[in-house]
């Protein structure tokens, strides 16, 4: 990292300390770091990013103090120590359990921002795979917390998320047998992701030290997609994008309060406030909102191998996405063509999202009925052929329209600074 | 302006989308109309005298086969609870609370001979349930289970709706439709009557089967403070009660709701105006 | 004017809430220019009423975060026991549990009760009168917090030099009316808040 700090230890405390262990130093590099002025609200969302990670963690270390982690004693610990009995509970446990929701909101628009300003491109690769991990481990996390409440989706989701492993040749059954600690999901099962679940957050802290590490080696990336060329170009980032950033966590938390607040259960299952019974099987099974877009593509695919590969394989288009791209230029917005393909794209999450909550042989357009068309097992007018139209567009996205438009698109008219935009009016107009 | 109203957008968006994905998850199911809830909205609460009434019905008609695990006798008088009264300073210390507790009969162990008792029920106690085990409660009610009631007005899909819905739309089965012995036609309950049905394949009825006969019935509860006792009437104060069991932080959780955004619209609009003055001599397009 | 008067205001605030640094900036900035007619103090003024807004905040944020820790509701429900004493024969002592902790009830003989009081005149390390430390016109009933007042320990019923109760940990010797008479604890055993409902039943807590 290159000095950008004016830091001048003025005390003699503070140059003892500098000479020892720069701690002041780095932080004042930290905020006096020179970032491009013309990031757009779609930047906050690392902030706000940082700020869920902190709520999650300090939230769950609390609410760690009252959980019980066992087969008889989770679901009480939850609904009838936490909710009822332990001051405030019933508000940490609120903040926790939407909190993840409001966490992977948060992500996917970081993401997707990424993916729009071509903010893995060279030299931020690594920065991305970064990005990518903690991703994984969010993934990860939040799965084996919904598990501990011990709640019949708990228990259900777990059960079958964990078979989905099976589905591997040789490796598979021992390998959902050591998950469980045992012939199904049971107690030994609960207490290893409670602490796998404590642990994992702090795993993510450190890798998202890596990643803000790696962002500032090259520095930011901006909506120009243009690197930073001059001090002109560059504000500190305290206080101008502290104040920022803090203005975005502001309307950020506020709907962050509507659904603690008002809609506490909207973005949970109902199943889940009946305890786990290993006995009976929940009529629907729907993992939490953010998992659904895979889920759909994994029953998009009879077979239930290739199914379980296609889903860690759609996780994968993004690790391979910064060698995938083959544009010369970085943001969309110069590149008009690829600007739709990509909108198109985030539809296709969303149609995803939407198909893994459904009934995969439910008509989407009720009205129509059965078309009679029947193809491989499914009528056309079911949510499992629009699963896998969005799975083929989705995979098509990254290993095919990504490579081959990076070459054949023609970009409008890059500006040579972010200071100096060559026809400023055009870039402001399709902002 | 407009591209920060976007960035709100697309997140409430994203949340919406996601919201009712989850929503029409479930297959659709016809929910009776019910009267408008006390507890509706953002600064709905509610009545407690509703509550005392619910009180009753599951008292004297639910609890014969509902437990109830999750609730303390101490829980009905707590702050906003049916016998809530702030003249006590904890509901522990709550006479109609105490009164309530010391009709039950609690398991125990005599601490001197170390024997198997029954004693009077605390404040502190929990719920009794009527059957000792899931096993016991099966046996009793010709194979099904009968649902803890603590959680169900969460635990089902409609809420206090779906509870009065099923327990006054109890239907005459339709012709050509075979109920099973023991069973219910009821059309709020969530199943698949197809295999049960001779007619037209296209009009299969909705609704499903219920091992629960009708549980109330026009005047089966006479309430205390002479509220009329129509089935309607038991059916609407005992889905308020079970809500109020479900989630009796509700109306601490709105009133805290209510100031958090307040701060937090106030604390958004000075963290804009600090910004924009910030950053007002900085050409940043 | 009113640059004048809210100057140090701002200088003031800025010094306590380390937000300085925006005032900084803003007053370093040198792509300042063209803007004389801003009010400078007032600019400063909303960065200070922001961040004192973020510090409210997440001080109101802090109590439900510590207050979880302090006991739940189910816990203060059982803080209080009712106990019949006719199950305590003279001269004799009852353990039982309350708030999770031993709690002797001692049914005193005459002769102890006379030993109590014949030490009130003593020098007491915590100088405290038997009668003080008894339900009037019950003073055959001792009901203290069997955890010595040194480090903890279940004192031994019955034993020590004084009649009382002896702590095995530290040696601390205490009276037959819970007094500390000698070794390393500083106070007597502690009387809990109790009443007596009816002659044979009395409500701890």
Known sequence: MTAHTTYEPKTAIERWLDTRLPIVRLGAEVLEFPTPKNLNYWWTFGGILSFCLATQIVTGIVLAMHYQAGGASAFLSVEQGIMRDVNYGWLIRGIHANGASMFFIAVYIHMFRGMYYGSYKAPRELLWLLGCVIYLLMMATAFMGYVLPWGQMSFWGAKVITNLLGAFPIIGKPITTLLWGGFAVDDPTLNRFFSLHYLLPFLIAAVVALHIWALHVPGNNNPTGVEVKSKADTVPFHPYYTVKDGFAIGVFLILFAVFIFYEPDALGHADNFIAANPLVTPAHIVPEWYFLPFYAILRAIPDKLSGVIAMFGAIAMLFALPWLNTSKVKSMRYRPTSKVYFLVFVVVCLILGWCGAQLPDDAVIPALGKTGINLIDSDLNSYVWLSRIATAYYFAYFLLITPILGLRETPLPVPDSISKPVLAGEAAKKD | ?285 | MGASRASPVSLKAGRIEGELKVAESLADSASNPGHAGDDPSRRDFIHIVAAAAAVGGAAAVAWPLIDQMNPAADTLALASVEFDLSKVELGQEVTIAWRKQPLFIRHRTPKEIAEAVAGDHADLKDPQTDAERVKAGHAEWLILLGSCTHLGCVPLFGQGEYGGWFCPCHGSVYDTSGRIRKGPAPLNLAVPEYAFLNDKTVKIG
């Open chain 2, 1 to 285: 302006m407009l591209r920060k109203l976007t960035v709100l957008a697309a997140a409430v968006g994203l949340a919406f989308v996601a919201t009712s994905a989850l929503a029409a998850s479930t297959k659709e199911e016809p929910v009776a109309p019910s009267a408008p809830w006390s507890f509706d909205g953002p600064f709905g609460t509610y009545d407690q005298a509703q509550l005392q009434r619910g009180y009753k019905v599951y008292r004297e008609v639910c609890s014969s086969c509902h437990s109830m695990n999750l609730l303390a006798f101490r829980n009905l008088g707590d702050k906003g609870g049916p016998f809530w009264d702030p003249k006590y300073k904890s509901s522990v210390e709550n006479g109609y609370v105490k009164a309530i507790a010391k009709d039950y009969q609690i398991a125990d162990i005599d601490r001197d001979t170390g024997d198997a008792i029954k004693r009077p029920g605390t404040p502190a106690d929990h719920f009794v349930a009527p059957f000792a085990n899931e096993a016991a409660a099966r046996a009793s009610n010709g194979g099904a289970l009968p649902p803890d009631m603590s959680l169900l007005a969460r635990a089902r899909e409609g809420g206090p709706d779906y509870i009065y819905s099923i327990v006054t739309g109890y239907h005459p089965a339709p012709a050509g439709l075979t109920v099973p012995a023991g069973k219910f036609y009821n059309p709020y309950m969530q199943g698949d009557l197809s295999s049960f049905w001779k007619g037209d394949p296209n009009k299969v009825p909705v609704g499903g089967f219920i091992a629960m006969p009708p549980p109330l019935a026009d005047g089966k509860v006479s309430f205390d403070d002479k509220s009329p006792s129509d089935l309607k009437a038991e059916a609407r104060d005992v889905s308020a009660f079970l809500m109020w069991a479900a989630d009796p932080k509700m109306e601490e959780r709105k009133q805290t709701g209510l100031a958090v955004m307040i701060f937090l619209l106030v604390f958004s609009g000075i963290l804009y105006a600090s910004y924009r003055t910030l950053w007002r001599n900085i050409d940043h397009h």
